[in-house]
């Protein structure tokens, strides 16, 4: 599988001031994969040192114990019976179990900089042990988060680019090229980029789920991954909580994230999970589930918008899943809503609202979006060198109404309107029109500052 993070890998891999990485993700999003069987097969092939900490019992034992750098290159070269030299990448997996590790990053950074080390793990897990040894609980050692001595990344569900990359790399090629030469593709190139479009929101971007659905082509194999990937996370929600009742809150949250979007005002209401619960009860929930980069959270902004872009308040927010696939599991609708011209038609749009906000995230886009008076709001607030980028999701054509609104109280460079529609730009209107097999391309450019007309 073909994965966009190896760019970031390449380019910290050539920096010569490189420091150790650690790289962050949700579970089964593909950190193993990426960091092992793609980056150090491709860069370090058969000079790779690759350390589990879940199962390699006796080094996370040393590790423990230690964070001094030189002793455990020394250990580790020992037990595996390798040298380890500038040469050799060392690869940490599954550092939540041995937080110490995170501690000796910064005597790597210090001590051994030429040795390239990377991590990977969970974020919320990390933080969990952080604070327990704080307040004492457990581990009686210190547990020190190596500030200003690490890099880091973050690996996110396959997008939509990465997903057709995969599957059909001859379309992805043709729908980039237009999308480069800002051109409208063939209409016939661009009902087939459609129709990956719906596959995508169906089979989302969980590398397993993915992997099945293009290798074989079913369906409903991918379907039957996603269901046991959605019941893992469940499960794993014991990880994130320090009581049974945030455990259950943090559950009975995920399992709502479509049920809240599908009303009339998408914004988090407790008391549809919960009667006469307030947002606060469930604070901490929204701070793990994000921690964890398996919900997304869009911050409300009203009126006239200000640089850079600051929620207007704390309660006021929507939730989205990070995986689209999960997303569209979770609200139980009929797979052939994905696949047929019928019914298609009778999707809902906070599909395709789920689905851009994932896109934005992955490319380290922070989420905002817009209310004004009476029923006026734009989905996504996009600031991009120091300009605003409106972004309106439509399913079908719509109408410009929140954007006049929008303009009556704000400048921005152009307005994105994201549908099914095929490319075009209005000068008049300063609208540019995005198909939704667009909008990966559109998100990298903005998140570095590039034009997209």
Not at 199 to 210: I, T
Not at 307 to 314: C, H, I, R, W
Not at 363 to 380: D, V
Not at 406 to 430: D, L, M, P, T, W
Request: charge should be positive; aromatic fraction near 12%; glycine fraction near 4%.
């Amino acid at each position: 599988m073909k994965r966009n993070a190896l760019q970031e890998l390449l380019k910290w891999k050539d920096n010569d001031r490189r420091k150790p990485l650690i790289v962050w993700g949700a579970r089964q999003v593909g950190k193993t994969y990426l960091v092992r069987d793609i980056f150090a097969e491709t860069c370090y092939k058969d000079n790779y040192v690759y350390i589990d900490c879940k199962i390699e019992d006796e080094v996370r034992d040393f590790c423990s114990e230690t964070a001094n750098a030189g002793k455990i290159i020394e250990y580790i070269s020992l037990f595996k019976g390798r040298r380890i030299t500038p040469d050799t990448l060392l690869i940490f997996d599954e550092v939540q179990e041995c937080p110490n590790i995170i501690s000796a990053l910064k005597y790597f950074c210090q001590d051994f900089r030429e040795i390239p080390v990377i991590a990977t793990g969970s974020m919320v897990r990390i933080k969990i042990q952080r604070e327990t040894r704080r307040r004492g609980v457990g581990n009686t050692g210190r547990f020190l988060f190596p500030v200003g001595k690490i890099d880091q990344m973050t690996v996110y569900p396959m997008t939509f680019d990465e997903f057709l990359l995969n599957s059909n790399e001859m379309l992805y090629d043709a729908i980039k090229r237009s999308y480069e030469n800002k051109l409208p593709p063939d209409r016939r190139i661009h009902e087939l980029a459609m129709e990956q479009v719906f596959r995508y929101l169906l089979v989302g971007g969980m590398p397993e789920a993915a992997d099945a659905y293009i290798e074989s082509n079913d369906l409903l194999k991918s379907r039957e991954i996603l269901k046991s990937l959605y019941d893992n996370y469940l499960s794993d929600m014991e990880l994130y909580q320090a009581s049974p009742e945030s455990i259950l809150r943090s559950r009975a949250l995920f399992s709502n994230i479509y049920k809240e979007l599908n009303k009339e005002s998408k914004n988090f209401s407790p008391g549809l999970i919960e009667k006469r619960s307030k947002t606060r009860d469930y604070a901490t929930s929204v701070q793990w589930l994000t921690m964890a980069h398996i919900i997304n959270q869009s911050f409300q902004l009203k009126e006239h918008i200000t640089l850079p872009l600051m929620p207007d308040n704390d309660s006021s927010f929507r939730l989205f899943l990070a995986d689209i696939g999960m997303f569209s599991y979770q609200s139980g609708v009929n797979a052939a809503a994905f696949i047929s011209n019928e019914q298609k038609n009778t999707l809902s749009g906070i599909f395709f609202e789920n689905f851009i906000a994932n896109e934005l995230i992955a490319r380290g886009h922070k989420l905002f979006y817009w209310k004004g008076k009476s029923s006026a709001e734009l989905e996504f607030i996009v600031e991009s060198n120091g300009r605003l980028f409106p972004v309106d999701v439509k399913k079908g054509r719509g109408t410009l109404n929140s954007l006049e609104k929008f303009s009556h109280h704000n400048k921005f460079e152009c307005a994105i309107k994201v549908s099914r529609n095929n490319y075009g730009y209005n000068a008049a209107q300063k609208l540019l029109t995005l198909p939704f097999y667009f909008i990966s391309f559109a998100a990298a450019d903005l998140a570095e500052g590039k034009p997209v007309i």
